[in-house]
């Protein structure tokens, strides 16, 4: 996955993204606005994840 990726959940459920694992593996957790964070991961790359990985409406 690319550096600073946008993750969103579109599915039907609330499963679809690992976010207790980015919770655990992430270096830094970083709080880039309401409801959007950064995950720093351990290889140097970030995931931006909006609505903590609940289902979000595009």
Excluded: F
């Excluded at 996955?1 to 969103?8: E, G, H, S, T, V």
């Excluded at 964070?37 to 595009?58: Q, S, T």
């Amino acid at each position: 996955m690319r550096d600073m990726a946008i993750l969103c959940n579109i599915g039907s459920g609330q499963t679809e993204i690992d976010v207790a694992w980015l919770k655990v593996n992430a270096t830094k957790i970083e709080n880039l606005k309401p409801h959007v964070d950064i995950y720093h991961l351990p290889n140097g790359r970030a995931i931006i994840l909006p609505a903590d990985g609940r289902v979000i409406n595009l």
